[in-house]
Nanobody, 120 residues
């Protein structure tokens, strides 16, 4: 089994910063694409940022220039540096990843989510 565990959420004032982490563990042969998604109350889950195994990134227009996604392949960990946070960034942030297990079977997992609240 492969598990994803997020950390780093919390309460921050507008204009502040937070860094989220997503650690993958279990029988992992490799990790392909990793991504951050978020879901605000009453809204659908939306993509925030993606990063491929080669390091290519893609961002939602609403976070471009403010958020930065990165990964440490040696640690099977992905990060989301969030700067210049706005109240509209308030949401539960989920990480998602896919890859191959040690038995070379496909896996795709979601983390449990971490709350980010931007408020004065």
């Amino acid at each position: 089994q492969v598990q994803l565990v997020e950390s780093g959420g919390g309460l921050v004032q507008p204009g502040g910063s937070l860094r989220l982490s997503c650690a993958a563990s279990g029988s992992i042969f490799n990790i392909n694409t990793m991504g951050w998604h978020r879901q605000a109350p009453g809204k659908q889950r939306e993509l925030v940022a993606l990063i491929t195994s080669g390091g290519s990134t893609n961002y939602a227009d609403s976070v471009k220039g403010r958020f930065a996604i990165s990964r440490d392949n040696a640690k099977n960990t992905m990060y989301l540096q969030m700067n210049s946070l706005k109240p509209e960034d308030t949401a539960v942030y989920y990480c998602n990843a896919d890859g191959l297990t040690g038995w070379r079977t496909l896996w795709n997992r979601w983390g449990q989510g971490t709350q980010v609240t931007v408020s004065s």
